[in-house]
DNA sequence: GTCGCATATGAACAGATGAGCATATATAAT
DNA sequence: ATTATATATGCTCATCTGTTCATATGCGAC
């Protein structure tokens, strides 16, 4: 189904840029994963689960008690969390204690933090 | 608004993990900015868009064509993208060339990546 | 087995989001 | 001025998402 609206006449893009760019993208799927992963960090919940198990593992009730939100919004959240391999779990009895899975996340974060950061010292000066 | 819901009686996070928790963890208002930087990476659309622009800058039309969208679809993700301050534009003429505005979204992609990769790694080997 | 507590999960509902359409704006040419 | 082209934007709608509620499951104590 091409597009019915009328596209530019003059394509500006270079031939090797193409050749390039298509050398560097990842495959559809892999983008497809990849803005599920960053989908996963897009809610602040989850983000405040996962600076919790930066600092140590702790199970889903002391989570829902920091977070003051409900036991069940918070084990949704960490199903979520699961599936996309970055928290694993232990059981001990009753409780469920949830750990990290993964050691770019923090990086991650790191990255998008720095990137906040340099966005709010633009704004200031920029007015 | 207190939790109607029982949480659990016994508290298993210690007094020094709470204490080094909220040393770490960011402002409400960072977090919330940092979600909302993961949420512009959660779209492919996005994504696609940011991996054009790793390699050159790049006229709407010639996004929209490549991607093979429409060109209000693109604009109104490149507006996102703008809002975020991850890319930059200049007007020459009637056209608009868009411009990376950011060096982390390379590496927060790379990490992402590196993720995905582990994470299938892992689904090969556990069946 | 029953009871109580910790966690998981399905359904439902409100709010957010991405794309399409129509239209507005910007620039250049005439 | 008008026309043509490139881009931006407001509105609408279908889809997705996060939370709540009710309920199920898992496990230990009895």
Same mark, same amino acid.
């Given at each position: 189904?091409?597009?019915?609206?009328?596209?530019?006449?003059?394509?500006?893009?270079?031939?090797?840029?193409?050749?390039?760019?298509?050398?560097?993208?990842?495959?559809?799927?892999?983008?497809?994963?990849?803005?599920?992963?960053?989908?996963?960090?897009?809610?602040?919940?989850?983000?405040?689960?996962?600076?919790?198990?930066?600092?140590?593992?702790?199970?889903?009730?002391?989570?829902?008690?920091?977070?003051?939100?409900?036991?069940?919004? *918070?084990?949704? +959240?960490?199903?979520?969390?699961?599936?996309? $391999?970055?928290?694993?779990? #232990?059981?001990? &009895?009753?409780?469920?204690?949830?750990?990290?899975?993964?050691?770019?996340?923090?990086? *991650?974060?790191? +990255?998008?933090?720095?990137?906040?950061?340099? $966005?709010?010292?633009?704004? #200031?000066?920029? &007015?």
């Amino acid at each position: 189904m091409a597009a019915t609206i009328e596209i530019c006449k003059d394509t500006f893009i270079h031939k090797d840029a193409v050749e390039k760019l298509k050398r560097i993208t990842p495959s559809e799927e892999t983008l497809y994963s990849l803005s599920e992963l960053f989908k996963v960090f897009g809610d602040t919940t989850r983000i405040k689960i996962l600076f919790m198990l930066f600092v140590s593992e702790v199970c889903v009730c002391d989570i829902a008690a920091f977070l003051n939100m409900s036991q069940s919004a *918070i084990s949704h +959240q960490l199903r979520i969390l699961k599936q996309m $391999r970055l928290v694993r779990f #232990r059981r001990q &009895g009753k409780t469920v204690f949830y750990s990290l899975d993964d050691n770019h996340i923090k990086r *991650i974060f790191d +990255q998008g933090l720095e990137h906040i950061l340099e $966005r709010s010292r633009g704004e #200031r000066s920029n &007015g």
